[in-house]
C-alpha cells in the first residue's frame, strides 16, 4: 500500500491553500491554542460526542472521548472533539425515536460541513447508536464507533437484576398487591448503579452487539463493561484506527455496510435474543446505504438461526456475564457457519479475522449451534389482515403457548384510555383477550414510543396471570417481555387496519404460519375502512409537523423519505475555495 499523501486529506481542502481562506481557516483553529504545526500534514479527527447530564447512560463519556484523543495523537492525528443532540430514553418525551431522524441531520451535517478526515462516534443509549450511524453512513467519510458498554449488574435483596426487564417484574407485583410501596422505593435507589446503558439484551446492548457485527467498531469492544478500564483501553486503540483509516481514505460505511454485513447483524440480532426495536434501525440504516432491506428478511434469517445466548429478557443472565465467557467475538465465533465471514470491518480485514482467536462458547451463557437455548431466533415477522405490510413480535421472550391463540379484541384508541381504563375493575377481559392499543405508531403517537408492552389488568395480575397477547403499532422497550404484536404497519393514523378494530372483534395470532388477522370477512373490512376518518396532525408547526409530513412507517424503518440513499448519488462538494485568490483589503 503506498504512503498516504497528506495533501489528499480532505482537511487539507480547508488548511493547506496559501490564500485568504487558508488563512481563515488555520487562525480559527490557532485561536483555540493550536499552533500551526498542529494542523500540519497530519489527520483531522472529529469525535462526534452525544454526552449529556440529561442521558445517564452517556454520562461517561467525557473520559472515553480523552482516550479516544490520546490514541490520536499517538498515532499523530489532531483530535477535535464536537456535540451532538443527545437522545435520553428514559427522560425524553414523547419519545426518543421521534428525534432519532432529527440527530442522524445533526450527525450527518455535522461531519459533512466541517474539516475531518475520520469520524469517531461515540454512542450508547438506545437511539444515540443508530442515529450516528445512520447520519455517518450518509456523510460517508471513514468512520469507526466507540459504544459507552452496559452498566454494572443491579442487586436487590440478594438477587442481581437487570435495568428494565426485572424493574417491569417487580412493577407487575406491585399492582397485583405482592409487595409494597416501600419495597419498591427500595428498589429504586438501586436500580441503575453505576454509568452505561441497560445491563440486559435490551435495545442498547442489542444495538452496540450489532455495531461489531456489521463491522464499524473495533473487534470485542462492544459488550466491555461501562466502568471496566479496558473500554478506556479500547478507546484509546480506536483513535489511533481512526488516524489510520483516514491517512489511507478507508474504509468508509459504504465499504463496509453492505447486504452481507446486515445479514450478518440481523443473524447476531436473532442469536442473541436481541431487542426488536433493531429491526427499525436496521431497515432505516440499510436505506441511508441504498440498500432496500425488506422486513421478510428478518424472518428468513430468524428461521435458519438459532437462539444461542443466555441473556435477559429472553434469558437468565446479563451482559456482563457475556463478556466475561468472551463477549460477541464469542457468540460471531458459534455463529460462523451462518456468516458472511469476509465482510470487510473498520479494521480493513475480514469479520472472521476479529472473532477466530475467540474462546469457544461455554454452554451456560452461549451455546453452540448444536445444543442451542431455542431453535429458531428471537424474533418472528408476521402478516395479515391486521397487519398488512408486517408487525413483529419477539417470540424468544413471549409465552409459547400464546404464539398461537385466538381471542376477542379490547381496544384502547390512545395511551391516555388505555391509562384510564386499564385497571378498571369493570373491564370486561379475560386471560383470552387480546389487548389492542392504537395511534401510537410513528404519526399517531407521534413518534413510535415504547408503549407496545400493555400492562396487563390489576383484576388479571391478582389471579396470577402475567401475560396476555398484546398489538399494538408502538414499539416496546428492548428489556421488555411477554406475548406482544408490535410495529403494526400501516399504523392506525395513517389508516391501517388497526383503526377499523372494535371491541370484541375475534383475532388471530400464528406466529408459526405468519399470521396475524381480524377473522372478519373482507367486506366488512373494506366497508369499515371506507368509513375511516384520519385524525388531525398532532403538529401544525416545527420539527414535529417536518418529522409528521416526512416519516415512514415501521417497515421502512421510520427514517424521513428524504433522507433515503440514492443509487445515483454524487458525493456532496463544497465550495472550498470560495475566498481562494482573493487579494483585495478587509
Same mark, same amino acid.
Given at each position: ?136 453512513? $450518509? *456523510?460517508? #467519510? /471513514? ?5 459507552? %458498554?452496559?452498566?454494572?449488574? =443491579?442487586?436487590? +435483596? ?62 470485542? $469492544? *462492544?459488550? #466491555? /463493561? ?5 473500554? %478506556?483501553?479500547?478507546?484509546? =486503540?480506536?483513535? +489511533? ?73 429472553? %434469558? ?271
Amino acid at each position: 500500500m503506498p504512503d498516504p499523501n497528506y495533501m489528499d486529506l480532505r482537511s487539507a481542502r480547508w488548511f493547506a491553500p496559501h490564500d485568504l481562506t487558508g488563512f481563515v481557516h488555520r487562525t480559527a483553529i490557532q485561536a483555540e491554542g493550536f499552533s500551526r504545526f498542529a494542523i500540519k500534514d497530519r489527520p483531522v479527527i472529529g469525535i462526534a460526542n452525544s454526552w449529556s447530564e440529561l442521558v445517564n447512560c452517556n454520562i461517561h463519556f467525557k473520559l472515553l472521548a480523552e482516550a479516544v484523543k490520546r490514541g490520536v495523537l499517538m498515532a499523530g492525528g489532531l483530535p477535535l472533539e464536537f456535540p451532538t443532540i443527545s437522545l435520553g430514553e428514559s427522560l425524553m418525551k414523547p419519545s426518543a425515536m421521534q428525534f432519532r431522524n432529527l440527530m442522524a441531520m445533526d450527525v450527518e451535517e455535522s461531519i459533512r460541513a466541517y474539516p475531518l478526515d475520520a469520524i469517531v462516534l461515540l454512542g450508547g443509549c438506545d437511539k444515540t447508536v443508530p442515529a450516528q450511524l445512520m447520519g455517518a453512513a $450518509s *456523510a460517508d #467519510i /471513514p468512520t469507526i464507533m466507540l459504544t459507552g %458498554g452496559p452498566q454494572e449488574p =443491579a442487586h436487590f +435483596r440478594g438477587k442481581q437484576l437487570g435495568v428494565g426487564t426485572d424493574t417491569w417484574k417487580y412493577a407487575d407485583e406491585l399492582r397485583a398487591g405482592k409487595i409494597t410501596e416501600a419495597d419498591f422505593d427500595e428498589l429504586e435507589s438501586a436500580a441503575k448503579p453505576s454509568a452505561g446503558h441497560c445491563s440486559e439484551m435490551g435495545t442498547a446492548s442489542t444495538m452496540t452487539s450489532l455495531v461489531e457485527a456489521l463491522g464499524m467498531c473495533l473487534p470485542g $469492544s *462492544a459488550s #466491555i /463493561p461501562a466502568v471496566d478500564s479496558r473500554r %478506556g483501553q479500547a478507546a484509546e =486503540a480506536t483513535g +489511533r484506527r481512526a488516524v489510520e483509516m483516514a491517512l489511507f481514505q478507508g474504509p468508509k460505511p459504504s465499504e463496509i455496510l453492505t447486504k452481507e454485513a446486515f445479514d450478518n447483524a440481523i443473524t447476531l440480532l436473532m442469536a442473541v435474543g436481541g431487542s426488536t426495536n433493531a429491526v427499525v434501525h436496521l431497515l432505516a440504516l440499510a436505506r441511508r446505504v441504498g440498500y432496500e432491506l425488506q422486513l421478510d428478511r428478518f424472518h428468513e434469517i430468524s428461521q435458519r438461526t438459532p437462539r444461542i445466548v443466555n441473556v435477559r429478557p429472553s %434469558g437468565e443472565y446479563l451482559v456482563k456475564q457475556l463478556f466475561e465467557v468472551g463477549g460477541i467475538p464469542t457468540v460471531l465465533k458459534a455463529l460462523d457457519p451462518l456468516l458472511n465471514r469476509d465482510a470487510i470491518t473498520v479494521t480493513g480485514e475480514s469479520l472472521e479475522k476479529g472473532y477466530i482467536h475467540a474462546p469457544e462458547a461455554d454452554g451456560v451463557v452461549v451455546s453452540s449451534l448444536e445444543a442451542p437455548f431455542d431453535a429458531s431466533g428471537g424474533i418472528a415477522v408476521v402478516r395479515g389482515s391486521l397487519a398488512p405490510n408486517g408487525a413483529v413480535i419477539k417470540r424468544s421472550a413471549a409465552s409459547k403457548d400464546l404464539l398461537q391463540h385466538k381471542g376477542s379484541a379490547i381496544v384502547f384508541d390512545d395511551i391516555y384510555d388505555l391509562g384510564q381504563r386499564i385497571d378498571d375493575p369493570d373491564l370486561d377481559i379475560t386471560e383470552d383477550s387480546v389487548l389492542v392499543l392504537r395511534n401510537s405508531g410513528p404519526v399517531g403517537a407521534p413518534g413510535m414510543p415504547e408503549w407496545g408492552m400493555l400492562p396487563i389488568p390489576q383484576k388479571l395480575l391478582r389471579r396470577g396471570i402475567r401475560d396476555i397477547v398484546r398489538i399494538s403499532d408502538a414499539r416496546m422497550s428492548g428489556t421488555a417481555f411477554g406475548t406482544t404484536v408490535l410495529h403494526v404497519s400501516p399504523e392506525a393514523a395513517v389508516g391501517g387496519p388497526l383503526a377499523i378494530v372494535r371491541d370484541g372483534d375475534p383475532i388471530v395470532l400464528d406466529v408459526e404460519n405468519q399470521r396475524l388477522d381480524l377473522d372478519l370477512p373482507e367486506e366488512e373490512i373494506e366497508a369499515r375502512l371506507a368509513e375511516l376518518k384520519l385524525p388531525e396532525p398532532k403538529y401544525r408547526r416545527g420539527y414535529g409537523r417536518l418529522f409528521l409530513d416526512h416519516v415512514n412507517q415501521a417497515h421502512e424503518g421510520c427514517d424521513f423519505d428524504f433522507l433515503k440513499g440514492l443509487p445515483d448519488e454524487e458525493p456532496q462538494r463544497l465550495p472550498y475555495g470560495l475566498m481562494s485568490g482573493w487579494q483585495g483589503g478587509w
